[in-house]
């Protein structure tokens, strides 16, 4: 089974690397170390996508942050991403998202991006994790102005697994869509004055201005955060497969970590904000905290 998944790793990885040139199944095979027919099906078994399919949704999401963030014209994020008509790319645009890439450009709106999940990274998930010889964690001291947050609910989640069991992890792609203060999506653990009977304490969402008024996707809620403080806990760079140790580590360190030998207490009337697990940078959580004397 292992082997299995490291060969459908192998040619998500080869995707990723040659996403702007021609992709054929003799390199997938090559890369998986099996036969084409054997590397397809594989594929399709473990990401629920045929190659075509999943390289397809790939590069239109590609294209479609080039139109967003960099000024990029239509004709060139077509050839960039290896579309091999404008016209084609179009169609296939707005297959995809339901709209045209010429107006999206102008006029950018939450669409739900597509995110290549790493089939290695699922299965790593489920094993024992172990933190053993843990390295640094950097903490600093961050403040956050009143904000709004959009944000989308699940059920019962109390963790990225369960909420991805209740919502589904597509949902990670519309939020990579959105403009976002601190640049990225967040995920929040929610206190209780901030929850929907019924709802999750874990959600995802972005973090918007105080006075942001404009679309709200379909599903998703607004709620407003005032002032903050937060204290950042920050691990050293990973492996990318190391990814649920370097997780554990940095919530070890926060949960023996004593605010009062800065002047300060926890605040847990303010959420509890996670950010992607990015291996170049390290994992990064944050939590609120108030000075001791309020």
Known sequence: M?????????MQDYIQAHIDEEITAAALARASFFSPWYAFRL???????????????????????????????????????????????????????????????KAPVPIPLFIPYGVKFRALRKDAVSVENVQSVFVQLISKEPRRA????GIQAEDYYSYCGEV??????????????????????????YKKPGTSTYVQGVEAAADYSGPVPEGFDIIDLPAAQYLS?????????????????????????DPSVIGYRWDDTQPRIQLEPVGTRGYIELRAVAPTGR
């Open 168 to 193: 589904g992890c597509d949902v990670w792609g519309l939020l990579t869509s959105m403009d976002s203060l601190c640049l990225e999506p967040v995920c929040m653990w929610l206190p209780a004055q």
């Open 233 to 257: 806990f920050q691990g050293e760079p990973f492996a990318e497969e190391d990814y649920c140790r370097a997780i554990a580590a940095v919530q070890q360190a926060m949960d023996r970590y």
């Open 43 to 105: 594929f399709r078994q473990y990401t629920g996508f045929t190659p075509a399919d999943y390289i397809r949704r790939l590069r239109l999401s590609m294209s479609a942050l080039l139109l967003k963030n960099g000024g990029c014209k239509v004709i060139d994020a077509a050839y960039a991403l290896g579309f091999g008509s404008v016209d084609g790319y179009q169609r296939a645009f707005l297959r995809q998202f339901g709209c045209n890439p010429g107006a999206y450009a």
């Open 150 to 153: 959009m944000i989308r609910r």
């Open 2 to 10: 292992r082997e299995q998944i490291l060969a459908v790793q192998r």
